[in-house]
């Protein structure tokens, strides 16, 4: 099973930037589309924001809402990572993110949900607190 890694998480201030990254070894990197997905304690897993493969490469992005204009998502085939980088986090971003290839319901029909993931990385813990 191809194996995608998490890192970059960290703790920081309200307004405060993080970039995380999601990196795999497969050799066929680019033809994967990738979600970022976070769980915060005592909630459910949530779509943050996907991206499509090179075979759909005008397809844009997809944000929640609560990221919108905060967050973008951005990938690197050459360096097999995709990455989230994150400005004016707020102390509602905190949460474990976790990344995972192919999001089933993002591939199918364009929605970013954590639905349908049947693996997950141990993720990367993002702290926002004053």
């Known amino acids: 099973q191809v194996q995608f890694v998490e890192s970059g998480g960290g703790s920081v201030h309200p307004g405060e930037s993080l970039r995380l990254s999601c990196t795999s070894s497969?050799?066929?990197?680019?033809?994967?589309?990738v979600g970022w997905f976070r769980q915060a304690p005592g909630k459910d897993r949530e779509g943050v924001s996907c991206?499509?493969?090179?075979?759909?490469?005008?397809?844009?992005?997809a944000y929640a809402d609560s990221v919108k204009g905060r967050f973008t998502i951005f990938r690197s085939n050459d360096e097999n990572t995709v990455y989230l980088q994150m400005n004016n986090l707020k102390p509602g971003d905190t949460a474990v993110y976790y990344c995972?290839?192919?999001?089933?319901?993002?591939?199918?029909?364009?929605?970013?949900?954590?639905?349908?993931?049947?693996?997950w990385g141990k993720g990367t813990l993002v702290s926002v607190s004053s």
């Open positions: 497969t050799s066929i990197f680019r033809y994967y589309s």
């Open positions: 991206i499509s493969s090179v075979t759909k490469s005008d397809s844009d992005p």
């Open positions: 995972a290839p192919d999001p089933p319901t993002w591939v199918v029909d364009g929605n970013c949900s954590p639905d349908g993931v049947d693996s």
